[in-house]
């Protein structure tokens, strides 16, 4: 990360000079997460919702080889729209860099990119989590492993349901990787509001967030990410029927096509779009909206008590 394969947009590299708050964002969910041409319309937007906070939005992707934290309007609407961009985790960042790649960066390398970077605070819609029937196919998110060892917020709506959620939420106890719900001691499932499993901790407001962040860097006892599960109002979730009706489908379909790896989740929500008629991409939308409003809340409250 200290060499010239990094480099900071102008708009971010002078809030960061400034001590000004900056909310990073992930570029999968442009490239690999939503349809084109909704992905730029709705990058847009996520930017915008982190704007409206006062706070700088950092999506972050790899250009030419070359990690940006700050991709500018020409650079994302470049990663939503060109054939064969990577899809980026910690692991291959170096070959990505050294194959001069364009690529989008995961949950995992966007945070891992983040808190290189200076940077406190992450947006995204759902974690990465262990998969199901990892008993066999040791299938877990890279996610899980780089959160336990980057210091960072990562507000997010939960785990995507595709997902074994009580295995990931034991697997991040295990891993030391501080979990507290939104508003909420329920955790949620992505599309939907509750996954059916109890939080032990819960904060009421982004000053609360800040807080907590203030107090893991005065004790100096742990250097994991602290996940903020910020769950849809039940009036805004996915229709619950219509989404365990569609995963029982698409799980379905995953084992009939041998489908595995960083090909699940876009295969499955590639399957939700269609199968929902479009609802699961309206409420994927919404979703990345609130939490990037509430990141770009906890970036203001932290960096005002810095």
Known sequence: MKNSSLRHGAEVADALRDGRPVVALESTIISHGLPHPDNIRVAGEIEDAVRATGAVPATIGMIGGELVVGLDAAQISHLASAEGVAKLSVRDLA???????DGAT?????????AAAGIGV??????????REANITFDESADLTTLARTPIVVVC??????LDVPATLERMETLGVTVVGYQSRRFPGFFITDSGYELDWAVDSPEQIAEMMAAQSALGATS??????????ADEQLDTALHDRTLADGLA????????????????????HSATDGASLATNVRI???????????????????
Do not use: M
């Open 122 to 131: 992450f947006a995204t819609g759902g974690l990465g989590g262990v998969h």
């Open 224 to 233: 994991g990410a602290t996940v903020v599960a910020n769950p849809l109002p």
């Open 253 to 272: 379909l995953l084992e009939q096509n041998k489908v595995t790896g960083k090909a699940v989740t876009p295969f499955l929500l590639s399957y939700f």
């Open 106 to 114: 995961t949950v995992a390398a966007t945070s891992a990119i983040a």
């Open 157 to 162: 709506a939960g785990v995507k349901s595709i």
């Open 288 to 306: 990345i909206l609130r939490n990037a409003d509430l990141a770009g809340r906890i970036a203001v409250a932290a960096a005002t008590r810095s």
């Open 95 to 101: 070959v990505a860099a050294a194959r001069r790649a």
